[in-house]
């Protein structure tokens, strides 16, 4: 089946780094890669829709210039976090969207915990 | 617009016993439903989806949801429950191209022995 791989699974910055997300569609092309947030005991927030070769779209209140996403390639795509902060800590999660399938379904990665010190 | 909305935050049951975890959505365009379940630092894994076929749907690990047009609903259900069970549940709702995916709250499940 489908499989999407996001590395780190964790990690550790100190305030003021940057921390880059990788997304990989391992066996299939994602034409569109979708970029969540999820807060402790809360649901899936989207933060941004990432379509290969063109400019993110961003959903309202996200910062483009905080959260950098790049979708270089139908297989990869980034979230960078720049300039982190504590407040940016939280468990980002990609999705890709299987493009051969006639009916769109999601696959989603393992999630990355983001902690900043 | 789209969403789902889960009734109950929080779900506990006995092993053995049903469960019935509760989800109604809002949708303008003929609805696709789905439901994923998170383990603790993980991904979501998708249990089931509605795409228009069969209202009754099955998913994996013994788990099934029914789609309710008149009630809005898309309850998942699953006769009895295994310790396995225990996690996060998340509703969601889309149009064709899950361009537009909601998530609803979420729903823990916990099972007791």
């Known amino acids: 089946g489908a499989v999407v791989s996001q590395h780190p699974s964790w990690v550790i910055c100190k305030s003021g780094t940057s921390v880059k997300i990788e997304c990989r569609s391992l066996?299939?092309?994602?034409?569109?890669m979708f970029w969540y947030r999820q807060f402790p005991k809360q649901s899936l927030m989207l933060m941004a829709t990432?379509?290969?070769?063109?400019?993110?779209?961003?959903e309202q209140g996200v910062e483009k210039d905080k959260f950098l996403i790049n979708h270089a390639s139908l297989t990869l795509s980034t979230l960078t976090v720049t300039s982190a902060h504590p407040e940016d800590s939280s468990f980002y999660i990609c999705?890709?969207?299987?493009?051969?399938?006639?009916?769109?379904?999601?696959?989603f990665g393992q999630g990355t915990r983001l902690t900043v010190v | 617009a789209q969403s789902v909305t889960q009734l109950g935050s929080h779900v506990s049951v006995s092993e053995g016993a049903l469960v019935l975890l509760r989800c109604n959505y809002s949708?303008?365009?003929?609805?696709?439903l789905f439901w994923y379940v998170q383990y603790p630092n993980q991904g979501l894994q998708l249990l089931l989806k509605?795409?228009?076929?069969?209202?009754l749907v099955k998913g994996i690990n013994g788990f099934e949801a029914e789609f309710k047009k008149s009630e809005t609903s898309f309850h998942l259900t699953k006769p009895s429950a295994h310790m396995s069970d225990a996690a996060e549940y998340f509703c969601?709702?889309?149009?064709?191209?899950?361009?537009?995916?909601?998530f609803g709250a979420g729903t823990r499940l916990t099972v007791k022995p």
């Open positions: 999705s890709a969207n299987l493009r051969a399938a006639r009916l769109r379904e999601l696959t």
């Open positions: 066996d299939f092309q994602a034409t569109t």
């Open positions: 990432s379509n290969e070769g063109s400019k993110a779209t961003y």
């Open positions: 949708s303008s365009v003929p609805p696709y």
């Open positions: 509605y795409t228009s076929a069969a209202t």
């Open positions: 969601a709702v889309s149009g064709y191209n899950n361009n537009d995916m909601r």
